[in-house]
């Protein structure tokens, strides 16, 4: 009886934290399904000593994981920017892709399935959670959780490539929500900061979270009606994975600072109803690079 050929192999080079690992594992799981390929991940492939290693991620868990194997797989598809380019791969060989891939046209195929796969291991402890939430602010509990993203401490300091959103921006997506009816629920890196807004301080109805978990809000943020996203793939993602069919999500046209790569907002925002953008303006200044980042932080 004639051996069957092992199916190739399909992995990526791990690198960011849980948005970027989203993106990559999500490329990686649709480019499995039409190579019909084996997906596997070498987790001492991780090239980011500043992050933590997908194998500390619980929604990772249900995907194949090698803790042990030394692979070195040649590169085959290395991402040359920011604009989506459809992949295509040899499926006669082991694959082994580079990039960061932001954009949901690479895996929108198969969502449902990769949402799937993902392990939430904290759903029944949010839910108990928002609920509390509503309850605290509201005694009929009637308000509407609408998530609010602030990213701060490193994008202040590149700026010109990771545009640091101001308090216009948030002051425009509120707008979009009735405040006297909804509960705003804030993330943010910068706990002082969102203390001190006054924007915020205004707010009726508001929870600021203070919680260094960040798998844990990334699925408390995602179990909001609605989502005010920041230029970062955490909030996006988190956008991106609320499975409520008339959600709102308010984003940023502009992703990248003036001096960040060139990208296609609706590359990235998906062009439906459920996604308004906000225009952003800014100011270049003449301190600021011209020189394009090979890889995003966000």
Request: positive net charge; contains cysteine; charged residues 20%.
């Amino acid at each position: 009886m004639q051996k069957q050929p092992r199916k190739k192999e399909i992995t990526a080079h791990l690198m960011g934290g849980i948005g970027n690992l989203l993106f990559i594992v999500a490329t990686c799981y649709a480019l499995s399904k039409n190579n019909k390929s084996t997906l596997k991940f070498y987790t001492k492939m991780w090239s980011d000593n500043k992050r933590k290693n997908i194998i500390k991620y619980n929604m990772f868990k249900n995907f194949q994981l090698d803790l042990n194997t030394s692979r070195n797989y040649n590169i085959t598809y290395r991402e040359n920017n920011f604009f989506y380019d459809p992949i295509h791969l040899d499926s006669y060989i082991n694959n082994c892709i580079y990039g960061y891939f932001q954009s949901y046209k690479y895996f929108e195929s198969c969502k449902t399935e990769f949402v799937k796969m993902l392990h939430n291991p904290h759903s029944k402890t949010i839910e108990s959670v928002i609920e509390k939430y509503k309850q605290d602010n509201n005694d009929n509990n009637t308000l509407t959780p609408v998530s609010i993203h602030v990213r701060r401490t490193d994008y202040l300091s590149l700026s010109h490539i990771h545009l640091n959103l101001l308090s216009e921006y948030y002051s425009n997506a509120i707008s979009h929500f009735s405040t006297e009816n909804s509960i705003f629920i804030i993330f943010s890196d910068d706990v002082t900061f969102i203390q001190n807004e006054p924007l915020f301080q205004n707010l009726p109805h508001r929870i600021i979270v203070d919680n260094p978990d960040d798998e844990y809000c990334f699925w408390l943020m995602s179990a909001c009606t609605h989502n005010i996203i920041a230029n970062s793939s955490y909030s996006w993602w988190a956008s991106y994975l609320n499975s409520n069919p008339n959600k709102l999500v308010i984003a940023p046209e502009t992703w990248f600072g003036p001096s960040g790569p060139q990208h296609n907002i609706r590359d990235i925002i998906p062009d439906t109803h459920n996604y308004k953008l906000v225009h952003i303006a800014f100011k270049p200044s003449r301190a600021q690079s011209s020189r394009h980042p090979k890889v995003p932080t966000c």
